[in-house]
């Protein structure tokens, strides 16, 4: 780190949605060397100018101290289902390098709200990670985006509680509850922007974020502003849709059972059950404030967010493909 600016930021993850997004927009500023960390057995396609350095993090952390070395930032996202001891290891690996900044794997909500972390394992997992990162000496800069439009719009009804292929959606109490949620593309500019700061200074600067929540936001929106959404890209209206209503206190409990039981779902629709409950904990916009106006990030067109979504869902994707998720 040299001029009081961030040059050299490595990104575990880099394949994958978020990782990618992230990526981009850092290239797309030409003010830092972006290094891809993936396993030696990766066949993840990296956006075009992003150097690429294998490792098995995984099994072997130590692997990454030499990479890391020299770099000023580190940005980790992993999969769901990687093994809760993996960030830490990671951790480990870069405060031996010398990294001082450490991005957490942990894109929530407001995952410092103590209310959540009370009655949320995803909040309370958070809070757990970012207190490590601290404990091992280095610092880290949480990005509090709340859910992935494209990803829990188009997945399963476990998530946003819509089957946008069969047509199908659960909304939780009456629908109208609001709550943030962001773009994968959000996410890369508010991260590039943050990082083309300087270090420190005068405000707006990195240190502003240190060991602090980094709040943005696409859209502060209720599941009926999203079939509204769905129906004015789709060209359909409610009665081309089976829509049925549950209580978002109900679907929570549901989930938390089936997540005792084994039931691997369970999670998610505990999870985002409880970002909708009607106290209001899913909209941290009007509580805590945005930084998009610091960072200069746009506005967003929600349909235009739908109609991506949509795409990709008839495009067939499911990441969840042939591991018996859903």
């Known amino acids: 780190m040299t001029q009081?600016?961030?040059?050299?930021i490595a990104i575990i993850g880099a394949t994958g949605n978020i990782g990618k997004a992230i990526a981009e927009a850092l290239v797309a500023t030409g003010k830092h060397t972006v290094t891809a960390i993936t396993r030696p057995t990766s066949?993840?396609?990296l956006p075009e100018g992003v150097k690429i350095a294998k490792a098995d993090y995984a099994s072997d952390p130590d692997t990454l101290v030499p990479i890391l070395t020299g770099q000023d930032f580190l940005i980790i996202t992993l999969?769901?289902?990687a093994p809760p001891e993996t960030q830490p290891k990671i951790v480990?690996?870069?405060v031996k390098a010398g990294v001082k900044y450490v991005m957490p794997n942990v894109y929530g909500a407001d995952i410092f709200n103590e209310t959540l972390a009370a009655t949320e394992t995803y909040t309370a997992n958070a809070i757990a990670a970012c207190k490590d990162i601290e404990a091992q000496g280095a610092t880290h800069i949480t990005v509090c985006c709340s859910f992935w439009y494209e990803w829990s719009l188009g997945l399963f009804e476990q998530w946003y509680g819509f089957n946008i292929r069969d047509k199908t959606v659960t909304l939780f109490d009456d629908g109208t509850t609001k709550i943030n949620t962001s773009t994968w593309d959000q996410c890369g500019r508010a991260v590039a922007a943050l990082l083309s700061l300087p270090v420190s200074g005068a405000s707006p600067c990195l240190e502003?974020?240190?060991n602090k929540?980094?709040?943005i936001s696409s859209f502060l929106v209720s599941q009926r502003d999203m079939l509204?959404?769905?129906?004015?890209v789709m060209g359909t209206k409610d009665a081309d849709w089976k829509i049925k209503y549950e209580g978002s206190r109900k679907r929570y409990d549901d989930g938390r059972k089936e997540m005792a039981e084994g039931v691997r779902t369970g999670f998610v629709k505990s999870m985002y059950s409880r970002i909708f409950f009607q106290s209001g904990e899913g909209d941290y916009e009007?509580?805590?404030g945005l930084a998009n106006g610091v960072l200069g990030l746009p506005k967003e067109d929600l349909d235009e967010a739908t109609k991506r979504t949509v795409d990709i869902v008839e495009g067939g994707w499911n990441p969840f493909a042939g591991m018996n998720f859903v």
């Open 286 to 288: 009007t509580t805590k």
């Open 79 to 81: 999969s769901a289902f």
């Open 213 to 215: 929540p980094l709040y």
């Open 228 to 232: 509204d959404s769905l129906h004015r």
């Open 43 to 45: 066949t993840g396609t």
């Open 208 to 210: 502003d974020w240190d």
């Open 92 to 94: 480990a690996a870069a």
């Open 4 to 8: 009081n600016k961030i040059e050299k």
